[in-house]
């Protein structure tokens, strides 16, 4: 089982793991100034098809935050992010999940984590692509914060 984890920004970090282990991480710069809203989703689901395309992706990770918060410019644009991501997941039948973090989470604490691991390029990572590798394990680890369907044990 492969999972694609991706947090969304204008340089977008992302994470690839097999059976609960890190295997290719990285970043994407999407910034398009001064063009449309719309050209940024396009961006956007071109870069996620090609890392589904490439590395067979059963399941997409995405941090909850892109999709709930719309009040700012910044933040629309993030969220029609995360909706060509939804849209791609949908049309192409692969699970996707809006993961919702610890709001304890800090940028310095996903740093400390990824140090931890002993990556040999962690110095030349962003913090969005630290942000990835964390969601990732969040998911790996935790759980817990998926409902099932009332009825079912």
């Not at 050209?39 to 870069?47: A, H, L, P, S």
């Not at 990572?125 to 942000?131: A, G, H, Q, S």
Request: net charge positive; aromatic share 14%.
């Amino acid at each position: 089982m492969k999972y694609l984890v991706l947090d969304i920004a204008s340089k977008s970090g992302w994470a690839i793991y097999e059976d609960n282990k890190l295997i290719s991480y990285g970043a994407k710069n999407l910034k398009i100034n001064g063009k449309p809203l719309g050209e940024k989703m396009v961006k956007t689901y071109e870069f996620v098809e090609r890392l589904v395309i490439k590395n067979k992706i059963d399941i997409i990770l995405q941090e909850d935050f892109v999709i709930r918060r719309f009040y700012t410019a910044t933040l629309r644009s993030l969220g029609a992010q995360g909706y060509a991501i939804i849209y791609y997941s949908f049309i192409n039948n692969i699970e996707y999940y809006a993961i919702s973090i610890n709001r304890k989470y800090t940028k310095e604490n996903a740093k400390k984590y990824v140090e931890a691991l002993n990556l040999k390029d962690f110095k030349e990572l962003t913090e969005d692509t630290m942000d990835a590798i964390c969601l990732g394990n969040y998911w790996i680890t935790n759980k817990s914060w998926i409902k099932k369907p009332k009825g079912k044990k």
